[in-house]
């Protein structure tokens, strides 16, 4: 019995993970998103100081633009869209790095 509850937990935990990662690029998207600090401000589904990423991929669906308009946003920062809050210039993320990130975000939803 004692064990069935501390394997139970951890095959859910494991299901979950399997399930959230569908493809690479998104596993890519994740990691960059961790890794350039982005997640301190942003979480995927609830807003923290930055909008949740799903918001924003609800906000621009169907707007071809969008990946190249967040890229540069994510690049240089900016205010305005989601409240009085400005995001700050991430200066540490590259051009190619800011297309990964604008694109992964465009796919939470
Ligand atoms: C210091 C907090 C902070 C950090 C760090 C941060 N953001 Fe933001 N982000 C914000 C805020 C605040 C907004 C809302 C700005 C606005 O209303 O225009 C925002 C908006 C956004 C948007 C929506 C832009 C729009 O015009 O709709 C995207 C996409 C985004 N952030 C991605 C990122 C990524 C990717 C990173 C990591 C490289 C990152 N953010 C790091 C605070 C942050």
Not at 1 to 16: C, G, H, N, Q
Not at 71 to 89: D, E, L
């Amino acid at each position: 019995m004692k064990r069935t509850a501390f394997l139970l937990p951890s095959l859910l935990m494991l299901a979950a993970s399997l399930q959230a990662t569908p493809a690479g690029a998104a596993d890519a998207g994740a990691d960059l998103a961790k890794a350039k600090t982005c997640m301190a401000c942003h979480n995927v589904s609830r807003k923290v100081v930055g909008p949740a990423f799903q918001d924003v991929a609800k906000k621009y669906a169907g707007n071809p633009a969008a990946e190249a308009l967040l890229a540069t946003k994510i690049r240089k920062g900016g205010s305005g869209v989601w409240g009085p809050v400005p995001m700050p210039a991430n200066p540490r993320v590259s051009e190619s790095e800011a297309q990964t990130l604008a694109r992964w975000v465009l796919q939470q939803r």
